[in-house]
């Protein structure tokens, strides 16, 4: 079994506040939970930068690397307008 640590980091060009930043990442997270994993904003006081920790267990390796790849896959798709970078450790 791996347990996989996540650390996502978005660009939110287009907040203006706080609350703005977080109907964004409440959208994310509801996204995301089809992936069954824990989620949480450890965002900054800046609210055009946000990130989330995010993990999850997996079976393997190979089924992790996919995880990610879907995870990836969907902030694509459903958020083009927000860059984001993501940043992974396995245990």
Do not use: C, W
Request: charged share 25%; glycine share 4%; net charge neutral.
């Amino acid at each position: 079994m791996v347990i996989v640590n996540l650390l996502i980091e978005f660009s939110l060009p287009f907040v203006n506040g706080l609350k703005g930043r977080r109907a964004v990442l409440n959208s994310i997270k509801e996204k995301l939970k089809k992936f069954n994993l824990s989620v949480l904003d450890i965002s900054g006081e800046y609210p055009k930068e946000a990130a989330l920790a995010v993990v999850f267990a997996a079976f393997d390796e190979k089924y992790a690397h996919k995880t990610i790849q879907k995870i990836e896959e969907t902030l694509f798709r459903n958020f083009p307008e927000y860059s984001f970078e993501i940043s992974y450790e396995m245990l």
